[in-house]
């Protein structure tokens, strides 16, 4: 059974930190694009941050650059986002996706964990 089980959400201050991990198992998760995703209250589901599947490479939202960081460590099967210098605009249900294309796509999600910036 495939699962992806995030962790880490909480309530945090602006300016304050979070790092957050998302745990797979049940597919070949080194070999998986890996990304965190977020919907913010009443909005659209959005990239937050990429990574493929050796870490080699990462791509983020603009409005994360330079404060949120993805990484992976293909040996424990997880995935991270270490997210600093926090804003209320980061309120969001952040999930962790993972996708492999090719002639048969593979798209999983996890349910999510809730991160909420209050003043």
């Known amino acids: 059974e495939v699962q992806l089980v995030e962790s880490g959400g909480g309530l945090v201050q602006p300016g304050g930190s979070l790092r957050l991990s998302c745990a797979a198992s049940?597919?070949?998760?080194?070999?998986?694009?890996m990304s965190w995703y977020r919907q913010p209250p009443g909005k659209e589901r959005e990239l937050v941050a990429r990574?493929?599947?050796?870490?080699?490479?990462?791509d983020y939202a603009d409005s994360v650059k330079g404060r949120f960081t993805i990484s992976r460590d293909n040996a424990k099967n997880t995935l991270y986002l270490q997210m600093n210098s926090l804003e209320v605009q980061d309120t969001a249900v952040y999930s962790c996706?993972?996708?492999?294309?090719?002639?048969?796509?593979?798209?999983?999600w996890g349910q999510g964990t809730q991160v909420t910036v209050f003043s």
């Open positions: 996706n993972a996708r492999r294309a090719g002639w048969v796509t593979y798209d999983y």
């Open positions: 049940g597919f070949a998760f080194r070999i998986y694009t």
């Open positions: 990574i493929t599947s050796d870490g080699g490479s990462t």
